[in-house]
């Protein structure tokens, strides 16, 4: 498999120093390279505070298992022993490597709540995975401030538990005792609107319910770096404004918010920097309103139409 | 400001720098070896509860629920008695009281076995929880054997029990068992260690492990005397005897059972079997910190 989807990154200091994914394809516009010395000069993209998020050149790459490989021929005109050897290579030591996040660089701060968007695919998801420290990248590196909490659809708890057990669980995770649990249990459950249904097991919550109860854990203990992975999408109208408070709490608190959502309102409401990512690359980092105006008309900054 | 439309990148160098300079801490490195033990201890709270739940919720989804951790393995004696107490009575050669002798083999056994087979999965199995909540992942391998200690306590009274009711009496050396059952834990969460990072690598390894805890089985001597078999084999005989679950099984019908008997041997024995399992499990999964999670 090795090699149909990987293009060779060098890691050579000097072809990245001035190299950024998108500016890289065009030459863009010119201003490139003025940071001074230090690399201060990049964070002034409206960070009203000290660095929390440093993201330098990830690559994520992880194995899939089962499936046709990637790339495989897939055309009619296939030899017998060609589609023979096909089909049992579906079966049989078949392992993809997908290359999701392709060198993605850029610095958080203090009070940002930024949106990342881009299309289904794009690797948003699996770049947070990897910014919370959750899911292994195979080059560069992360530098992250304190502790962060990732909300995403799928991050289950345990659903044959209760919802008061995986409160319990969940907290205790996230490095509080069982005291500090125990006395946040109420505002937990109150928090997530959850009512009786904290006694039974979450196989029995509508998903609505689940996304609730687990946006209202990974808050319990307010994070330095708060990532959302459209969790807020599944809730009410209520629990949304709720949940926007909880952001606005983390940001007060000097923290970052993370937001990806396709959700062009939300975003605009909730954040004031955007990144786009396409294919895994970073496409473009500004305003939220800038970024979402060239996303929704598919003009990628030194990408002269994108293709679909 | 900046020009908003293009993504600009640090070099790596000035990055780093950033990072250091604003004290923030580099992801996915593996830390060393005395912070992961302490970043370990500080989830304690977290690997017990994990524990109970896991325990708690596999008998969940039942009418009966829980009171399955008692009856499992009471029907398992229950068919060992109609196999071996009547159907199979000469495999009971040599032993006085052989339902007693059977009942704690296999229970330990089944122990060992599940354990096991459940720590090669510990990371495969969690792997929402891997990738929903950051903690140290050597957590998961530790907390699973937990869960199959917490399981076998209800196997354990009742072969308490049914010793009893078979007319042995307490003696001291019953309190034995606590550090046969300790030793046994240990040498199982270091093959658990092993195993989860084998298996987290290569999946297909996943599928093995039954099949050598099965081999283990018959010939551990579960279900017959190994020491009287072993005899006629030599040097084979001599490695069955002294291998470690053969080792454990003696320790625990020694504690309980007049007719067995435990050499200082087998003592010495079940610690380095543990311990050296047990450390050396421990630094293999740790080195592999920053890999786990990756599929």
């Not at chain 2, 040599?94 to 330990?108: A, N, R, W």
């Not at chain 2, 720590?119 to 699973?144: C, D, N, T, Y």
């Not at chain 2, 504690?255 to 067995?260: D, R």
Request: aromatic share 10%; charged share 20%; hydrophobic share 45%.
């Amino acid at each position: 498999m090795a090699g149909t989807d990987d293009i060779d990154f060098s890691l050579d200091e000097a072809a990245f120093a001035d190299a950024p994914p998108a500016s890289g394809r065009t030459g863009a516009s010119g201003q490139a390279g003025t940071s001074g010395p230090g690399g201060t000069g990049p964070d002034g993209i409206g960070g009203p505070g000290a660095p929390t998020l440093v993201v330098d050149h990830v690559h994520v790459r992880y194995r899939v298992f089962g499936g046709r490989k990637l790339g495989a021929s897939t055309g009619y005109k296939r030899s017998l022993y060609r589609r023979l050897f096909d089909r049992a290579s579906g079966a049989v030591g078949s392992v993809s490597e997908v290359h999701a996040v392709r060198g993605v660089s850029f610095v958080a701060h203090q009070g940002e709540s930024i949106a990342i968007v881009g299309r289904n695919g794009a690797g948003k998801s699996t770049l947070l995975r990897a910014m919370a420290g959750l899911m292994p990248y195979s080059e560069g590196a992360v530098y992250a401030s304190g502790q962060c909490a990732l909300l995403g659809v799928n991050a289950a708890l345990l659903t044959a538990l209760t919802g008061e057990r995986n409160i319990m669980l969940g907290g205790l995770a996230l490095g509080l005792t069982r005291a500090e649990v125990r006395q946040r249990l109420d505002s937990i459950v109150q928090f997530a609107g959850i009512g009786e249904f904290a006694r039974l097991p979450m196989n029995a919550y509508s998903s609505g319910m689940a996304s609730r109860l687990r946006f209202a854990i990974s808050t319990s203990k307010v994070p330095d770096i708060l990532m959302i992975d459209e969790a807020l999408s599944t809730g009410d109208a209520e629990f949304q404004r709720r949940s926007r408070d909880k952001i606005l709490e983390v940001k007060e608190q000097a923290g970052t918010v993370f937001l990806v959502s396709h959700s062009a309102k939300a975003v605009e409401a909730m954040c004031q920097r955007a990144l786009w990512l396409d294919k895994g690359e970073l496409v473009m980092d500004g305003p939220t309103g800038a970024v979402l105006e060239a996303y929704k008309e598919g003009r990628a900054p030194g990408r002269e139409g994108n293709d679909d | 400001m900046d020009s908003p439309s293009r993504p600009q990148a640090l070099t790596s160098a000035d990055a780093a720098a950033l990072a250091s300079r604003h004290g923030l801490r580099k992801l996915g490195a593996r830390p060393r070896l005395g912070q992961y033990s302490a970043s370990i201890w500080r989830r304690r709270d977290f690997t017990w509860e994990l524990a109970r739940s896991d325990a708690y919720g596999k008998n969940q989804g039942s009418y009966l629920g829980q009171l399955w951790g008692v009856l499992k393995p009471l029907l398992q004696v229950g068919v060992f008695y109609v196999v071996f107490g009547i159907i199979i009575t000469e495999a009971s050669r040599g032993v006085e009281d052989f339902l007693s002798y059977l009942v704690i083999g296999t229970f330990l056994f089944e122990f060992i076995a599940s354990g096991l087979n459940n720590g090669g999965r510990a990371i495969a199995s969690k792997v929402k929880l891997v990738r929903a909540l950051e903690f140290p992942r050597a957590v998961l391998p530790i907390s699973v054997t937990l869960t199959e200690m917490i399981m076998m306590w209800p196997a354990l009274a009742i072969m308490v029990v049914i010793v009893l009711v078979k007319g042995h009496t307490p003696t001291w050396s019953w309190l034995t068992l606590i550090p046969a059952v300790a030793l046994v834990y240990l040498f199982v969460l270091g093959c658990g260690f092993f195993l989860a990072r084998v298996v987290s690598a290569t999946p297909d390894l996943g599928n093995l492990v039954p099949i050598l805890t099965q081999l283990a089985r018959y010939v551990a001597g579960v279900f017959f005397p190994l020491e009287l078999l072993a005899a006629g084999f030599g040097l084979l005989g001599q490695i069955a005897i002294y291998e470690p679950f053969a080792v454990y099984l003696r320790l625990a019908r020694s504690a309980i059972l007049a007719e067995v008997t435990a050499s200082p041997l087998d003592w010495w024995l079940g610690v380095g079997y543990a311990l050296t399992a047990a450390a050396a499990g421990y630094v293999f999964f740790w080195r592999a910190e920053a890999r786990y999670g990756r599929d």
